[in-house]
């Protein structure tokens, strides 16, 4: 199976017709976007949580020795922080290229930490797909972040990129300092 979800992703119309689309992120979406966008806010969604269990392979790992980057997990009573962004629908080609290591788009409920909730977009890589590499202990997942890089740099650059980027956003995410945390205190990032 391949990893690619570019033509998957392509034939998602739930959006079709609309000019504008809300889209939620989550990992290296809240520091780095680079595509153009009519407005951003910081949000959060209900019932998923962020863990590190999503092979990259073409960003922050290799083909060989892929990284590890954040996707999300079916969590009752969790609330995820992140930032929504308000695109028009041509710039999906470049979040579905961006987006295509195993990550498939879902329509999602997107609450604003201004008020007011839109259905948007999310990107997520569930379990099974042909990146998952699934949980591990904290210990593991940074001693694997710590290793890895890519063609985007090192795994452990995004890691910390997403940990900073919450920290400014007023977040706690247990799962990502955590991770933080040992990398900073056994690797010296």
Known sequence: ?????IEANQAMDK??????????GYGSLIYKADFPFVERRPAHIFGWSRRFWQGSHDHRGTPEAPGRVATLVPAEGAVCHGMAYLVTPEEFAHLDHREKNGYL???????????????????????????????????????HIA????????????????????????????????IEAYISTHFNA
Do not use: C, K
């Not at 959006?15 to 939620?24: I, P, S, Y």
């Open 105 to 143: 788009r879902v329509a999602i409920d997107i609450h604003f930490e201004s008020g007011g909730v839109e259905e948007g977009l999310i990107y997520i890589a569930a379990a099974g797909n042909a990146a998952w590499l699934g949980e591990a202990s904290v210990e593991e997942i940074a001693r």
């Open 1 to 5: 199976m391949s990893h690619n979800t």
């Open 15 to 24: 959006f079709d017709g609309h000019h504008q689309v809300w889209l939620f």
């Open 147 to 178: 290793s890895a890089a890519g063609p985007s740099g090192p795994n452990a650059e995004y890691l910390l990129s997403l940990a900073a980027a919450l920290r400014e956003m007023g977040h706690h995410d247990e799962h990502v300092h955590a």
